[in-house]
Structure formats: structure tokens, C-alpha cells
């Protein structure tokens, strides 16, 4: 089945994982961009290997795409420990984690994608198991039912989320260290885009690295597909090098604005400058208008928008900005009109 995920997705499925996983630094010294969270991950990471003992618990937050599952396969490369992977959907049953903690070795890491959507049970398991390195396994039912504990090596957690303030206080701080991944500028995802392109085997031009990095909304994820995208338009239909006409070739063929936005985004910001009049307009009628369904303009299209001030939430629904009108290349209703 042929992948539909929109080019400027910052979501991957399991092949592009796949894709992604060539380009993925393996050292610390080797990621780009997120100083802070890099400098104080190596304080850490080099403290507790003086010491010989397994890093503090670590969560990392922030936006998909910007280098979560990296950080926590580097951190297994860095206290040379094996990384199990797993993640908060997967683990529907205490039982489920049980099995994953039984396996772990000393200073092994264990990987936790979307943490924030453990189910209950689970979740009170992994307390007790990220502070005394322990699990009380039931065995039998009813009043037969007797708890064994069952004592695990020292471990380390890393815990990734999305929606750092759905995580419960109490598994939030079991975590000794806890990082806010944030989008990068346009000369970092330069860096990502020219260390991917050596990666590749592919002769990426400045301008087009440039260019790239302007549309892929701050997001290195965004930033390598724009990159593989261009290398295809460059083989099939250009002279296989990564230039400036290679590059907006490929972006036109993918709809990929000069401000990274893609046909949804260009769709919603038309219904809500066109159909409209500027809003404000509830997000299912929206979805309605655009042809998707409301969680999908919710996840994929909004946060952009909001971000570069194209349109802006409200207690009576979803307004677009002059800014919008102003991309789109329209005239704005007359002052006063917007936001009344």
C-alpha cells in the first residue's frame, strides 16, 4: 500500500523508522543542534560512567521529528547498554511490561515512545520498578493469589512523550533528569541536511540545503524526507546532484510551499480565508470543508499554523490571521472585521 502520510508530517510509520535509521547519529558528539539538552545529557551520561553505574532515569518532551528516540539509542551506545523499545499504546497490561523488565540486563536501556499513554496498571508497576528495581509479580487468582518479588539489575528508563503535561506527577518524578527538545533553527537542520546528504552518497548543493531548510519546519525529520524526496526528483528526472533546481522541482511536485506548508495547510487556511470570511469556525465543520477527518487537521495541520501565527485557536472556534490572507495572496476583510 502506497504511504499517504503528507510530506510535512512530523509522524512516522515503521518504514520510514526503517529509512531513518541509517541517518541516525550514533554519539553524542555526533548530534546536531539541542545544545542545552545535549550538554546537560552529557554531564550526565559521563558522571554516571566514572561512577560505573546506569545514568538516572531520563524523559525527554518536545515535538515528533526532533530526535527523542535518537537521544535515548545514543544514551544506550553511551553507557554501552542494549536498548529494548517499546511504547506507552503497546503495553496494555501489567504483564506485558513485566515480561520486558524480566528480560533487561544491567545497564541496559529501555526505550518507553508516548509514555504518557501507559495504561494504569503498568504505569504503578514501572514506579516501583524505576525506584527499588523491583516487580511483584502475581501469580494465581482470587484470595489464592500470592505476590512474588522478582529483582531486577540496574537499569535506565528513557521515557519520550509528546504531551509532557498528561503525564501523571507521580511517574514524572521517578525521572532523575528530564529534557525539552525544541525546534531547530534553519542553520542546524542546514547541518543535519549536509551530515544526511553525506550519509547518502548524494552532492547536496549550499542553495539547496538552504532552501530545504527554510521549508522544513524547524523538524530534522521533516527535513531528511524533504531530503530523500529531492534525491529521487534528482535521479529520476534531473542530473542526480542535490542543486537548487533539483530541490524546487522536487518541492513543487510535493506541494511544498515556501513556508513549508502543504496542500492541508493550504487548505485550511483557503476555507478559513475563502469560505469563511476569517472565522471564527469549529474545527468539525473545518475538517468537514477540507475533506479530512477533525483529528487530523487537530495533530497534523494546526500546531504549524498556530506556531507561525497563520491562524489562532479561540473560545468560538479557529480565526485565520492577516498573515494568512497576506500568504495566500488575498485581500483581508476590512480593519476591525478579524478577531471581532
Do not use: W
Not at 551506545?77 to 533487561?104: F, K, N, Y
Request: proline share 6%.
Amino acid at each position: 500500500m502506497a504511504d499517504d502520510r503528507p510530506v510535512v508530517d512530523a509522524g512516522a510509520d515503521d518504514i520510514e523508522r526503517a529509512a531513518e535509521a541509517a541517518l541516525r547519529p550514533r554519539r553524542l558528539d555526533d548530534f546536531v543542534g539541542q545544545e542545552v539538552v545535549r550538554d546537560q545529557l552529557s554531564l550526565l551520561l559521563d558522571a554516571a560512567n566514572a561512577r560505573q553505574t546506569p545514568p538516572d532515569h531520563v524523559l525527554l518532551s518536545g515535538p515528533p521529528g526532533l530526535g527523542k528516540t535518537t537521544l535515548a539509542m545514543i544514551i544506550a551506545a553511551e553507557v554501552d547498554g542494549a536498548l529494548r523499545m517499546t511504547s506507552g499504546p503497546a503495553i496494555q497490561h501489567a504483564g506485558d511490561l513485566a515480561a520486558i523488565l524480566s528480560s533487561l540486563q544491567e545497564r541496559d536501556v529501555l526505550f518507553i515512545d508516548e509514555i504518557h499513554r501507559l495504561a494504569r496498571p503498568a504505569e504503578e508497576m514501572l514506579y516501583l520498578a524505576m525506584e527499588d528495581y523491583r516487580v511483584d509479580v502475581i501469580v494465581g487468582k482470587g484470595p489464592g493469589a500470592t505476590s512474588i518479588p522478582l529483582a531486577l539489575p540496574p537499569f535506565t528508563v528513557v521515557g519520550a512523550t509528546t504531551r509532557a503535561g498528561l503525564l501523571p506527577a507521580p511517574l514524572r518524578d521517578r525521572f532523575g533528569f528530564t529534557g525539552h527538545l525544541e525546534f531547530y533553527t534553519a542553520a542546524e537542520l542546514e547541518r543535519v541536511l549536509r551530515r544526511s546528504a553525506g550519509l547518502l552518497g548524494a552532492e547536496l548543493h549550499d542553495d539547496a540545503a538552504v532552501e530545504l531548510a527554510s521549508r522544513s519546519r524547524g523538524t530534522p525529520r521533516i527535513a531528511n524526507r524533504l531530503l530523500r524526496r529531492v534525491q529521487d526528483f534528482a535521479q529520476v528526472r534531473g542530473t542526480g546532484v542535490l542543486n537548487l533546481a533539483a530541490a524546487h522541482g522536487a518541492l513543487d511536485v510535493f506541494e511544498v510551499d515556501q513556508l513549508g506548508l502543504d496542500r492541508l495547510d493550504r487548505s485550511v487556511l483557503q476555507a478559513l480565508c475563502q469560505r469563511f470570511g476569517g472565522g471564527p469556525v469549529g474545527l468539525t465543520t473545518l475538517a468537514v470543508t477540507v475533506g479530512e477527518e477533525p483529528e487530523t487537521v487537530e495533530t497534523v495541520a494546526e500546531p504549524f499554523l498556530v506556531r507561525e501565527g497563520l491562524i489562532v485557536r479561540t473560545p468560538r472556534g479557529r480565526m485565520a490571521t492577516p498573515e494568512a490572507y497576506a500568504h495566500l495572496g488575498l485581500r483581508p476583510p476590512a480593519e476591525g472585521m478579524l478577531f471581532s
